[in-house]
T-cell receptor
Framework: EDQVTQSPEALRLQEGESSSLNCSYT??????LFWYRQDPGKGPEFLFT???AGEEKEKERLKATLTKKESFLHITAPKPEDSATYLC??????????????FGQGTILTVHP | SAVISQKPSRDICQRGTSLTIQCQVD?????MFWYRQQPGQSLTLIAT?????????ESGFVIDKFPISRPNLTFSTLTVSNMSPEDSSIYLC????????????FGPGTRLTVT
């Protein structure tokens, strides 16, 4: 069974204090690993897809990396508007549930000014 | 990315009743998905809805409890039947983008409270 574990559960940062969020996963065969941002009362907003170990993607202050067992979301010089819950999900290659995303519990990020 | 809307955005229902949630996408898509996000939990896939075929349900979810319709390529409904307080959740629909990269785009969700 595919599993995703995110850590820490919650992270409080000062504005400008860089840090990383972790996503550990087990999957029979990885089609893709996805990062989403979710604001309160809204649906998840797509950020990145990573497909293979060594791959990196960047968007503004966010950078996602991937190894064979985990992914990191690095946040450089965060701003208060980066406060949100960050979700990691995996999609398996094959199996009966085509397209299924298996999500982690998320990391609640709070950035204080 | 697609624009996805859901109705209603929230509702409070009595136990034993049913609620139908609508999901509208602004462009034709083959696959639509329904997820549940229970309080303090992450998202769990309920079922996959393809136009012209029966929905495919994940383990722990059954058609009698969560019937799904997919009448065309831009619309789907999820019904939560014979509700109990344990059904209080956020229900989200999603569709797979057309980029070929398998990412899914989500609607804003329907917040359901069962009393």
């Amino acid at each position: 069974e595919d599993q995703v574990t995110q850590s820490p559960e919650a992270l409080r940062l000062q504005e400008g204090e860089s840090s990383s969020l972790n996503c550990s996963y087990t999957v029979s065969g990885l089609r893709g690993l996805f990062w989403y941002r979710q604001d309160p009362g809204k649906g998840p907003e797509f950020l990145f897809t990573l497909y293979s170990a060594g791959e990196e993607k960047e968007k503004e202050r966010l950078k996602a990396t991937l190894t064979k067992k985990e992914s990191f979301l690095h946040i450089t010089a965060p701003k208060p508007e980066d406060s949100a819950t960050y979700l990691c999900a995996v999609q398996a290659d094959g199996g009966t549930s085509y397209g299924k995303l298996t999500f982690g519990q998320g990391t609640i990020l709070t950035v204080h000014p | 990315s697609a624009v996805i809307s859901q109705k209603p955005s929230r509702d409070i229902c009595q136990r034993g009743t049913s609620l139908t949630i609508q999901c509208q996408v602004d462009s034709q898509v083959t696959m639509m998905f329904w997820y549940r996000q229970q309080p303090g939990q992450s998202l769990t896939l309920i079922a996959t809805a393809n136009q012209g075929s029966e929905a495919t349900y994940e383990s722990g979810f059954v058609i009698d409890k969560f019937p799904i319709s997919r009448p065309n390529l831009t619309f789907s409904t999820l019904t939560v039947s014979n509700m109990s307080p344990e059904d209080s959740s956020i229900y989200l629909c999603s569709e797979e983008g057309k980029s070929g990269h398998h990412e899914q785009y989500f609607g804003p969700g329907t917040r359901l409270t069962v009393t």
